[in-house]
């Protein structure tokens, strides 16, 4: 079983990223699918959540109207696509697969945003 994230790197202030979440071992359809992040400074934050059936929810404020979220069950892949990228949003971007209490972690991608 793993989760695992792609598409993070260095992109400027008003660029653009695609974080991939690609699932193995398990069918991810029944999931829920979650986006968080985390800096040396904070507490990891969710940053984005599509249940099961695809509809997105529980946005940060900080991200709401730059952040989208999708899945792909077809794929077992899940979709960070963030816009209007801000140097506050440079953390390492983790995605978690849930269903009850069963939970699967990812290992983080960086995405820095900087000029």
């Known amino acids: 079983v793993q989760v695992k994230e792609s598409g993070g790197g260095l992109v400027q202030p008003g660029g653009s990223l695609t974080l991939s979440c690609a699932a193995s071992?398990?069918?991810?359809?029944?999931?829920?699918m979650s986006w968080y992040r985390q800096t040396p400074e904070k507490e990891r934050e969710l940053v984005a959540r599509i249940d099961s059936g695809g509809v997105p929810t529980n946005f940060a404020d900080s991200v709401k109207g730059r952040f989208t979220v999708s899945r792909d069950n077809r794929k077992n892949m899940a979709s960070l696509r963030m816009n209007s990228l801000k140097p506050e949003d440079t953390a390492v971007y983790f995605c978690k697969a849930q269903y009850g209490p069963t939970e699967y972690w990812g290992q983080g991608t960086q995405v820095t945003v900087s000029s």
């Open positions: 071992g398990f069918t991810l359809s029944a999931f829920a």
